[in-house]
C-alpha cells in the first residue's frame, strides 16, 4: 500500500467528477466547506462530522519543559491545540482490510483462550 497524500486539488477533482459541478464550482465547495470548519475551530468550537469524527480545540496550560540537547529547562507557554478524534465507524473501515477484530482494532489471534496450541 503506497502512502498517497490528498491534496486539496484531489479533493477538488473528486467532487467534479461525482458532483457533476464545474471544476470552479467544485474548487469553491471544498474552499467553503474547509473555510467553515477552520473558523468553527477558530471560535473554539468542536467540529464532528457523523461517521467520519471530531476536531477538538483544547486547551494546553503553561508547563516547565526541557531543551533535549542542553537538559535546560524551559517555560512553555499556554496555548491551543487541535485535535482528531476519528469515529467507531470510521475506525472499523480503516481497520477492515488489515486482518485485525474489526470490531476493536485488536489483532487477530489464532486461537480463543489465548493459551495458543
Known amino acids: 500500500m503506497s502512502a498517497k497524500t490528498v491534496t486539496r486539488a484531489d479533493l477538488c477533482e473528486a467532487v467534479y467528477q461525482r458532483l457533476g459541478l ?8 471544498v474552499e467553503l466547506v474547509l473555510k ?8 473554539g468550537e ?8 471530531s476536531f477538538v480545540v483544547r486547551k494546553k496550560g503553561q508547563r516547565i519543559g526541557r531543551n533535549p540537547k542542553t537538559g535546560k529547562e524551559v517555560p512553555i507557554s499556554p496555548r491551543r491545540v487541535m485535535v482528531f478524534k476519528p469515529s467507531a ?8 482490510d488489515s486482518g485485525g477484530d474489526a470490531a476493536t482494532g485488536a489483532p487477530a ?3 480463543t483462550d489465548g493459551a495458543g496450541a
Not at 467553515?36 to 471560535?43: K, M, N, S
Not at 468542536?46 to 469524527?53: A, D, I, Q, R, Y
Request: contains cysteine.
Open 46 to 53: 468542536t467540529v464532528k462530522l457523523s461517521s467520519f469524527g
Open 36 to 43: 467553515e470548519i477552520t473558523d468553527c475551530l477558530e471560535r
Open 109 to 111: 489471534t489464532a486461537g
Open 89 to 96: 465507524i470510521l475506525k472499523q473501515r480503516i481497520n477492515a
Open 22 to 29: 464545474s471544476r470552479t464550482e467544485s474548487a469553491a465547495l
